[in-house]
């Protein structure tokens, strides 16, 4: 069982900052892939930034230049910093970790989720 636990979410003025961690209670160098998603209110959860096959980052358009996701594999941590962020930036940011199980599976596993608000 994969555990993932996020924080840094919060209430940042726009054109500020924030960056969420998200802390895995197993080795990240074993996943799949990681990465962050996020739901705003009525919409569908959608891809901000993952890792995927150990190095290939893949970004929304939404976020390109202003979000970088990197990854501290000795804390087992995977970070999005968010730069310039915008009134459509505001939701749920969930960590997601996709591990390899038998015959060719992928396993999913999700945090519990960080809010984020941009609002001045």
């Known amino acids: 069982q994969v555990q993932l636990v996020e924080s840094g979410g919060g209430l940042v003025q726009p054109g500020g900052s924030l960056r969420l961690s998200c802390a895995a209670s197993?080795?990240?160098?074993?996943?799949?892939?990681m990465g962050w998603y996020r739901q705003a209110p009525g919409k569908q959860r959608e891809l901000v930034a993952t890792f995927t096959s150990g190095s290939t980052t893949n970004y929304a358009d939404s976020v390109k230049g202003r979000f970088t996701i990197y990854r501290d594999n000795t804390k087992n941590t995977v970070y999005l910093q968010m730069n310039t962020l915008k009134t459509e930036d505001p939701a749920v940011y969930s960590c997601?970790?996709?591990?390899?199980?038998?015959?060719?599976?992928?396993?999913?596993?999700w945090g519990q989720g960080t809010k984020v608000t941009v609002s001045s």
């Open positions: 197993v080795s990240i160098v074993s996943m799949y892939s």
């Open positions: 997601n970790a996709k591990r390899a199980g038998p015959w060719g599976t992928l396993n999913d596993y």
